[in-house]
């Protein structure tokens, strides 16, 4: 049965640090629903109605671009070892940009990679917990390092002419802002 709360508490933010990864949500007003994997420890919970999480280069940029025309986000973590979970975050959230005045605020949670494009920070208005008994035990072997043996074989220059070309742009023809940072 699922159940629903209006913050993060402790015993949540435990099972969320516990997940090697995490799927996000948005959408426009139209055109596609983009649902995402994520991993790399790449997220934080910064307060009970607050987490961010970091956004590395990768070959589109919906989530952006998403953002700038509708604000509203869902993360889900669902466990696939231990004890049966799925939990959703709902909420708004904003990218900032590498531009931004308060990245470097943000950026520090991190470990550093030339490979990031963004950080999402999400305001969680809600919070709910279901069974997940249905989810498959999976196990865990490591994490792929494909993405930073990408960034370690280009300059900075390099990576910014990738942005360029592929991150501008939603696959719906939406600007993502990744250049012009916060609006």
């Known amino acids: 049965m699922a159940k629903f709360y209006d913050s993060i508490s402790q015993k949540h933010q435990e099972f969320i640090q516990a ?7 948005t959408a426009a ?15 934080r919970v910064l307060d009970n109605n607050r ?26 973590f669902c466990s696939f070892e231990g004890n049966p979970l799925i939990m959703r975050l709902y909420g708004t959230a904003r990218a900032i940009h590498t531009q931004d005045s308060d ?17 999402f920070e999400m305001k969680v208005e809600t919070l ?16 792929r390092d494909i993405l930073d043996d ?5 300059t900075d220059a390099e990576i910014q002419e990738y942005w360029a070309k592929k991150n ?11 250049f012009e940072g916060a609006s």
Not at 51 to 76: D, F, P, Y
Request: net charge positive; hydrophobic share 40%; glycine share 8%.
């Open 29 to 43: 007003e139209d055109g596609r629903i983009n649902l995402s994997p994520k991993g790399l420890d790449s997220l």
């Open 150 to 154: 990408w960034v370690d074989k280009k």
């Open 168 to 178: 501008q742009e939603s696959i719906d023809g939406k600007p993502t802002g990744i």
């Open 103 to 119: 990245w470097n605020e943000y950026y520090k949670h991190f470990d550093a990679s030339r490979g990031a494009r963004q950080i």
């Open 128 to 143: 709910q917990t279901s069974c997940g008994f249905a989810v498959p035990l999976m196990q865990y072997t490591a994490d």
């Open 51 to 76: 987490v961010v999480w970091l956004n590395l280069t990768g070959s589109g940029n919906e989530t952006a671009a998403h953002l700038k025309l509708v604000n509203r986000m869902t993360i889900m």
């Open 19 to 25: 997940q090697k990864m995490f799927f996000v949500a």
